[in-house]
């Protein structure tokens, strides 16, 4: 998620993000293009109001010092007789000066405010990464790797969420999607996953730890102004040799079985999500999945499953998938990622992939 420089930072530039470096370079070339075209006139030209617009477009880019700059130029240009401007009355002069010195104040305050927005959106990039941080590339006899998209830009953290931990009993998964997206399920994502990790130490098996998650949004529900928490959740527990996957869905998309070249969906009781109170009385129906050399799990929120073309098709991810799957990791949903931004155009919900490969070490 924060390995990529060219995810840093998704919003369009209207909305937030650096300007494009067109709109850097647009003051120097427009003052070019004038000095240019004033020297080959042989008439003098009445073009001096564009030199005008040159400051509050170096507002757009420029700090205060270089916007300064470009405003001393332009008042400067007016009183070159080298260049072929018609000679500026007393009111045109004070006018561009006042723009000039109005745009270094403006520039002055953007850089401020810039300067600010940088710290807190370092600070708030550090709390979402210590949230949800990235993954390591091995947890026991499992490696594994996480890619996460948030729906609402500039965001690193959403709805989805997902950990992979050791345990007494093996390494435990977890891969959950929340009630709402953006920063308003940021507090149900951090609630739920530190119930994970206390749970993965101390529960016996995975219908525990559903039934600790089930009874955590119940209780914070009980606090919210609006008591309709719950959450899809898909948990797995590998054995200490990576023989066997246990795993427990709760109303959660189902994990996709790559080997050999094919992916198949693993089929598995499906279990009502949490937060809806029906845990431990109605449980949960753990499968137990055998697994052989080179088999990998892929897991998806619906935010992959559900994802539609133009056309309304949904995403195919089981058809797909086989190509896009590669040795490492890393690259595989990286590879997935793509496809699927190809497909859909627009990606309008939180997509989240695990991909899971149980390798015992020495193999």
């Known amino acids: ?210 039934a600790r998650l089930d009874r955590r949004l119940l209780t914070d529900s009980a606090d919210a102004r609006y008591a309709e928490l719950f959450a899809t959740a898909l948990l797995l527990e590998f054995s200490p040799d990576a023989g066997t996957v246990r795993i427990v869905a709760c109303g959660h998309p189902l994990p996709v079985l790559l080997h050999a070249g094919k992916a198949t969906e693993v089929h598995v009781m499906a279990g009502t999500p949490l937060g809806i109170g029906l845990y431990p009385q109605v449980g949960c129906t753990e499968t137990t999945w055998p697994l052989q050399h080179g088999d990998r799990l892929f897991v998806a929120s619906d935010g992959v499953w559900e994802a539609r073309d133009s056309t309304g098709a949904f995403y195919p991810l089981l058809e797909r998938l086989p190509d896009l799957a590669v040795d490492d990791p890393v690259a595989t949903t990286e590879h997935v990622w793509a496809d699927l931004v190809r497909y859909c155009g627009t990606v309008r919900d939180d997509v989240t992939m695990l991909l899971l490969a149980p390798e015992p070490r020495g193999v």
Do not use: K
Request: aromatic share 6%; with cysteine.
């Open 1 to 210: 998620m924060g390995r990529r420089e060219r995810e840093r930072d998704r919003r369009g530039w209207l909305r937030g993000a650096p300007p494009p470096q067109w709109v850097r370079v647009l003051p120097l070339v427009l003052l070019v293009a004038m000095v240019v075209t004033t020297m080959v006139s042989p008439e003098p030209l009445d073009i001096g109001f564009l030199l005008g617009a040159i400051p509050p477009l170096a507002v757009l880019s420029y700090g205060p010092a270089a916007t300064a700059v470009l405003g001393v130029l332009v008042v400067a240009l007016q009183h070159t007789r080298v260049f072929h401007l018609d000679h500026p009355g007393n009111t045109d002069l004070l006018t561009i000066a006042f723009v000039a010195l109005l745009s270094v104040f403006v520039s002055y305050v953007r850089s401020r405010r810039d300067a600010q927005l940088d710290v807190e959106r370092t600070v708030a990039e550090a709390a979402q990464r210590a949230l949800v941080p990235p993954l390591p590339e091995r947890v026991g006899p499992v490696r594994c790797t996480g890619l996460y998209r948030a729906a609402q830009r500039g965001t690193l953290v959403g709805g989805d969420f997902f950990d992979v931990r050791d345990s007494p009993a093996g390494v435990r998964a977890l891969m959950g999607d929340v009630q709402g997206h953006g920063l308003s399920a940021v507090a149900t994502v951090a609630s739920l996953l530190g119930a994970f990790r206390e749970a993965v130490l101390d529960q016996p098996d995975l219908p525990s730890v559903a």
